[in-house]
């Protein structure tokens, strides 16, 4: 009995211990199979071929066009100032901002109440001086007349002393007697003597008189033009702006009233560079007069207008730097004075360079060109202008050869490049999925493979097993899991 007991202990044991053996070698086997799936399978690198557009380059002129911004002025603006103070008593129909005027037009009126009172006075003043004017006139003729009357009589005076004289010397006369005529013939060239001074002073009134006379006259025209500045008139055909009177309105003299400006006397003012104005003068230090073209862009629409360079600033304004340049536009509807516009201006041609996209050049001044077995190749260039979203290059080695006209970080030199030419599409093709059939052992073991790895996520785990229960399953996933599984 005790060996039965004995011997059945004995078998427990070796059952339990079997037992836990075999667990062991369960839980080493799943470990292993962990192990294996995480393992990486070290794979062979293939080098990477990425496509890129290129272009044949020739070297050639090209004329550089210089963009830049300026506002469009009026070459012949007007003020229009009150010539003297006074109140408006009269506007013309349509004055205010924006309205067309002609040379010549009546704008408006001052009260001429004052003015015409002025011009009467003088014109008063001047009849009076008139009628003083012939009565010195009469009194200078009178003066004249008794003049020659006094010198008749000293004439007279003097043939009687003679005679008298005379007869003393024949005995017949007397001293007495020649005495009275001498006296008489003095008394005579003294009465001339008065006419005479009487003449100079009616003379005198004469000039007086006409001294006032011309006193008179320009006080008339004073007046004249007086009343004349009471209307302002336009000066030049414009349109009005900065109006600020209206009807009854009292303005002082030279007090500011509106402005004329002539829409059609255009001119742009552009500040630029020293380097950008030493490119536009030429050898005599002068603007070269070179046609430009400014452009203004608007929503739906495009105002364009030619012009002519004319001429640069004088001087460089306190705290400002570069040059002022002035360019006359022609009459171009649409444009008006305050407007900014983009002006173009052609630069001196430039022989034996290239024009490529600005993203051809890379930062370190070099393009990539295409070399043998379609290796990208940095040559170097030099870089003469930039002109909006282009570049213009000069570089002999690229003479011939295609560049890569859209360089990214993912180029450089040394890569190879499957080239896009110009009017050729990348030829981008769907990739096709290869399908393999499995046989039913070959689908459970990855099954269970799958379902035994842990770190895999449930999403992409679901997404396997669904794969791997169709009936035919994605190549490239069962060669992943056989190279996982070591298989």
């Known amino acids: 009995m005790r060996l039965v007991m004995r011997s059945m202990t004995a078998i427990v044991l070796l059952a339990v211990t079997l037992a836990v053996l075999a667990l062991a070698g369960h839980v080493v086997h799943r470990g292993l199979q962990a192990r294996w799936a995480d393992k990486v399978v070290p794979r062979a690198a293939n080098e990477r071929i990425y496509a890129a557009p290129v272009l044949a380059v020739v070297p050639g002129r090209i004329v550089p066009a210089m963009e830049v911004f300026g506002e469009v002025r009026s070459r012949r603006m007007l003020e229009v100032r009150a010539p003297r103070a006074g109140r408006i008593v009269w506007l013309a129909e349509g004055f205010e901002d924006g309205a067309a005027v002609a040379a010549g037009d009546v704008l408006l009126r001052l009260d001429p109440s004052d003015a015409q009172a002025a011009l009467n006075l003088a014109r008063a003043d001047r009849i009076q001086a008139e009628a003083d004017a012939r009565d010195a006139a009469r009194g200078r003729d009178l003066a004249r007349d008794e003049l020659a009357s006094a010198q008749g009589q000293a004439d007279l005076r003097r043939a009687a002393a003679d005679r008298q004289r005379t007869l003393r010397e024949r005995g017949v006369g007397s001293d007495a007697a020649v005495e009275t005529a001498e006296l008489a013939v003095q008394q005579a060239e003294q009465a001339v003597l008065s006419r005479r001074q009487a003449l100079v002073g009616a003379e005198a009134q004469v000039d007086q008189a006409a001294v006032a006379l011309g006193r008179l006259d320009i006080t008339i025209a004073e007046a004249e033009r007086a009343l004349a500045e009471t209307e302002v008139v336009a000066g030049f055909a414009g349109r009005l702006s900065d109006v600020a009177v209206v009807q009854g309105g009292l303005v002082g003299q030279n007090e500011k009233l509106a402005q004329i400006v002539d829409p059609d ?118 870089l003469e202008r930039r002109q909006g979203d282009q570049v213009i290059l000069r570089s002999p080695a690229l003479d011939g050869r295609e560049v890569v006209t859209e360089r990214t970080p993912l180029l450089g030199a040394g890569v190879r490049v499957r080239p896009i030419r110009q009017g050729e599409q990348p030829a981008v093709q769907a990739p096709v999925a290869e399908m393999v059939d499995l046989t039913p052992e070959r689908r459970a073991a990855l099954i269970a493979l799958v379902e035994g790895n842990r770190r895999m996520p449930a999403e992409a785990r679901a997404r396997i097993l669904a794969q791997l229960e169709q009936d035919r399953v994605p190549a490239q996933i069962v060669r992943r899991l056989e190279s996982r599984s070591g298989g």
């Open 265 to 382: 006397a255009l001119e742009v003012a552009a500040r630029i560079s020293t380097a950008q104005h030493a490119r536009l003068i030429g050898p005599d230090g002068a603007l070269r007069p070179v046609a430009v073209q400014a452009e203004l862009d608007l929503p739906g629409a495009q105002i364009m207008a030619t012009g002519t360079l004319a001429r640069s600033g004088a001087v460089v304004g306190e705290g400002q730097a570069g040059r002022v340049i002035y360019a006359t536009l022609a009459p171009a509807p649409g444009l008006r004075p305050g407007d900014f516009v983009t002006l173009r201006i052609p630069e001196p041609a430039l022989d034996d360079v290239i024009a490529l996209p600005a993203t051809a050049l890379g930062n370190d001044g070099t393009v990539l060109a295409l070399g043998p077995d379609d290796r990208l190749e940095a040559v170097p260039v030099v």
